[in-house]
């Protein structure tokens, strides 16, 4: 067979080669894909017939297989888009396709893909889908505990339903009273003339007597909580001091008196929350019920069942001095030159109704949602997707994978880091590509060297008959 065989050997290596080349010319044309995964190109000979030992076998002729780089990671950049995301380490977002669009709404393909090619975005529609129109599937968390929803992921949707309010229950108070307030009324004298007016007398504030209860009494900060409908309402404390230890028995605390403003009442300027006692070291030590507060069950404050502020109303308001784990409290009486309320803090945790102002994926693969009332909620976890036998995943469009049963079933409890505003690159590099295309073009240029002097060869056989 000698000279068929050698036109043989050539016509297969210019195949093979043709498929290398085919392999470089789809890298370097997806070398700046998103998510791409390139294709190098393996070359097995196959041993021609022709003899038992080494010595009577000849070289045969070759093929040309595609030889998957799915393991081997593109580069990481930084991207501005916060819903834009990459994968350190291994593993594949698990995507799906629309399949249509009934009655105005999308429907999807039963068929799960995979893909490294993170460049979601958030569409019309509140789905998250890259450019290549893959739609991004994970597990729904829980609003309540945070936990993610089931075992098997569902399509992204972020829709634009508001935020709904919700209401203020308690209220993180921190202040430190002076020792002696400077009030409108003290003169500097004695510390009686800083003590409330008589004339204001005891329990809520009214409005006749509003003028003599702020000359005699100190701010205590100001704080907006919001009633069960999300509506604003304005808080402000002031103290008021009653007694002074220093007059003598019976009197063994220092006294304040609490109260909140109503916010314009027709007969009420302000009303009384309870009475708070310190001893000699500044120390809270008791706490009294006024009008419209209530000792709490865990003695740290005052509970207030309703809060009429400018008249609006809300239910089941706390106000706690607790402090590091009610060790200490958060209100003292310590010596304050200026006579005012100092190291005031003031903190809530209700929120009115918000509008949803953006969405983007944080460092642990979740989805976060962001509201125009500050609040932020996580409301899906992204899985990653690992294959026992990842070579084998059939590829198909878009930089995505489809599994096989050589690759074997989806694994959704492990993967890599998914970083957020990160993109991967192909990893494909140009250099390398050109560096292949040298040694694939001499060598198939060597290959059609051979068949013309295998047909040379063939020529003066032929015209040795002449």
């Given at each position: 067979?000698?000279?068929?065989?050698?036109?043989?050997?050539?016509?297969?290596?210019?195949?093979?080669?043709?498929?290398?080349?085919?392999?470089?010319?789809?890298?370097?044309?997806?070398?700046?894909?998103?998510?791409?995964?390139?294709?190098?190109?393996?070359?097995?000979?196959?041993?021609?017939?022709?003899?038992?030992?080494?010595?009577?076998?000849?070289?045969?002729?070759?093929?040309?297989?595609?030889?998957?780089?799915?393991?081997?990671?593109?580069?990481?950049?930084?991207?501005?888009?916060?819903?834009?995301?990459?994968?350190?380490?291994?593993?594949?977002?698990?995507?799906?396709?629309?399949?249509?669009?009934?009655?105005?709404?999308?429907?999807?393909?039963?068929?799960?893909?995979?893909?490294?090619?993170?460049?979601?975005?958030?569409?019309?529609?509140?789905?998250?889908?890259?450019?290549?129109?893959?739609y991004l599937q994970g597990f729904?968390?829980?609003?309540?505990?945070?936990?993610?929803?089931?075992?098997?992921?569902?399509?992204?949707?972020?829709?634009?339903?508001?935020?709904?309010?919700?209401?203020?229950?308690?209220?993180?108070?921190?202040?430190?009273?002076?020792?002696?307030?400077?009030?409108?009324?003290?003169?500097?004298?004695?510390?009686?003339?800083?003590?409330?007016?008589?004339?204001?007398?005891?329990?809520?504030?009214?409005?006749?007597?509003?003028?003599?209860?702020?000359?005699?009494?100190?701010?205590?900060?100001?704080?907006?909580?919001?009633?069960?409908?999300?509506?604003?309402?304005?808080?402000?404390?002031?103290?008021?001091?009653?007694?002074?230890?220093?007059?003598?028995?019976?009197?063994?605390?220092?006294?304040?008196?609490?109260?909140?403003?109503?916010?314009?009442?027709?007969?009420?300027?302000?009303?009384?929350?309870?009475?708070?006692?310190?001893?000699?070291?500044?120390?809270?030590?008791?706490?009294?019920?006024?009008?419209?507060?209530?000792?709490?069950?865990?003695?740290?404050?005052?509970?207030?069942?309703?809060?009429?502020?400018?008249?609006?109303?809300?239910?089941?308001?706390?106000?706690?001095?607790?402090?590091?784990?009610?060790?200490?409290?958060?209100?003292?009486?310590?010596?304050?030159?200026?006579?005012?309320?100092?190291?005031?803090?003031?903190?809530?945790?209700?929120?009115?109704?918000?509008?949803?102002?953006?969405?983007?994926?944080?460092?642990?693969?979740?989805?976060?949602?962001?509201?125009?009332?500050?609040?932020?909620r996580a409301v899906f976890e992204?899985?990653?997707?690992?294959?026992?036998?990842?070579?084998?995943?059939?590829?198909?469009?878009?930089?995505?994978?489809?599994?096989?049963?050589?690759?074997?079933?989806?694994?959704?409890?492990?993967?890599?880091?998914?970083?957020?505003?990160?993109?991967?690159?192909?990893?494909?590099?140009?250099?390398?590509?050109?560096?292949?295309?040298?040694?694939?073009?001499?060598?198939?240029?060597?290959?059609?060297?051979?068949?013309?002097?295998?047909?040379?060869?063939?020529?003066?056989?032929?015209?040795?008959?002449?």
């Open positions: 067979m000698g000279i068929y065989g050698a036109i043989n050997s050539a016509v297969s290596g210019l195949t093979a080669q043709a498929i290398a080349l085919e392999n470089i010319s789809g890298n370097v044309a997806n070398s700046q894909t998103t998510g791409y995964k390139r294709l190098d190109t393996t070359f097995s000979d196959l041993v021609s017939g022709g003899g038992a030992t080494q010595g009577a076998q000849v070289a045969g002729t070759t093929y040309a297989t595609s030889r998957a780089t799915n393991t081997i990671q593109g580069d990481i950049t930084q991207v501005d888009v916060d819903t834009y995301m990459a994968i350190n380490g291994e593993g594949y977002f698990v995507v799906t396709q629309a399949a249509d669009v009934v009655d105005g709404a999308t429907t999807f393909a039963d068929e799960t893909f995979y893909t490294r090619a993170g460049d979601f975005e958030r569409d019309q529609d509140g789905y998250l889908v890259n450019s290549a129109g893959y729904p968390l829980d609003a309540v505990t945070g936990n993610p929803v089931g075992d098997d992921p569902t399509v992204i949707q972020i829709d634009n339903q508001p935020l709904a309010a919700s209401a203020t229950t308690q209220v993180d108070y921190q202040a430190n009273l002076p020792r002696i307030p400077n009030t409108n009324d003290y003169d500097g004298s004695t510390a009686s003339t800083a003590l409330l007016a008589s004339s204001v007398g005891a329990g809520d504030v009214a409005v006749a007597n509003e003028t003599d209860f702020l000359n005699s009494s100190i701010s205590g900060g100001s704080i907006t909580i919001y009633n069960q409908n999300g509506t604003a309402m304005n808080v402000e404390v002031r103290y008021a001091k009653t007694a002074n230890a220093d007059a003598g028995p019976p009197v063994v605390n220092d006294t304040w008196t609490m109260f909140i403003g109503s916010g314009g009442d027709a007969t009420t300027a302000y009303y009384d929350v309870g009475d708070v006692e310190f001893d000699s070291t500044g120390t809270l030590t008791n706490m009294t019920a006024g009008s419209i507060g209530t000792v709490n069950g865990t003695s740290d404050g005052f509970d207030i069942a309703t809060l009429t502020i400018a008249g609006t109303d809300a239910t089941g308001v706390g106000i706690s001095f607790a402090n590091a784990g009610l060790t200490q409290f958060s209100l003292t009486q310590y010596s304050d030159p200026d006579g005012s309320a100092s190291s005031v803090s003031l903190d809530q945790d209700g929120y009115p109704a918000g509008e949803l102002t953006g969405v983007a994926v944080d460092e642990s693969g979740r989805v976060i949602a962001s509201y125009s009332n500050s609040q932020q992204i899985p990653l997707a690992t294959f026992e036998a990842e070579q084998n995943l059939k590829r198909v469009d878009g930089a995505a994978f489809a599994a096989t049963t050589s690759s074997g079933e989806a694994d959704l409890t492990g993967g890599g880091q998914i970083l957020a505003n990160n993109l991967e690159l192909s990893n494909a590099d140009i250099a390398d590509e050109f560096s292949k295309l040298i040694i694939t073009q001499q060598a198939y240029s060597a290959n059609s060297r051979i068949v013309t002097s295998a047909d040379e060869m063939l020529d003066d056989a032929l015209n040795m008959v002449r």
